[in-house]
């Protein structure tokens, strides 16, 4: 399973980078400031959570049985989709409805983060 993990958030990583790329140099002519804003911030969040992913993956190799763990990196996923993935789609199609999905990939990034916490804490031979 780590190495599910690992290779989504290298994934992810890439995505990121071609999002980035596509940010700054495709839709910076053809978005308003504040909605390419929008889009960056998507791809902000989502490039710490492709790491979040790769640390999910080598924190795994050390604890392969911490269900949480593995919890955590499906948390993870599901914000870059709900989060990240509402604000690209907001951005370039104007779907304004969408965004009510934002706050729950949101929540799920901030549960992905303290679910991780967790499963260290509980492991004692950290």
């Known amino acids: ?6 290779v989504l958030g290298a994934v992810n990583a890439f995505l990121c980078v071609v999002l980035g790329a596509l940010g700054a140099h495709g839709l910076k002519s053809i978005l308003a400031p504040d909605i390419l804003t929008t889009f960056q911030v998507g791809v902000q969040y989502h490039f710490y959570h492709a790491i979040g992913l790769i640390l999910v993956g080598l924190t795994l190799d050390r604890f392969p049985q ?15 989709v709900l989060f990240s993935g509402t604000l690209y789609i907001v951005s370039v199609t104007g779907w304004k409805g969408l965004s009510m999905t934002a706050p729950l990939g949101g929540m799920s990034y901030m549960s992905a983060w303290l679910l991780f916490a967790w499963a260290i804490w509980k492991n004692k031979s950290v």
């Open 1 to 6: 399973m780590s190495r599910a993990f690992l």
């Open 66 to 80: 911490a269900r949480a763990l593995k919890f955590s990196g499906i948390l993870m996923l599901i914000g870059i």
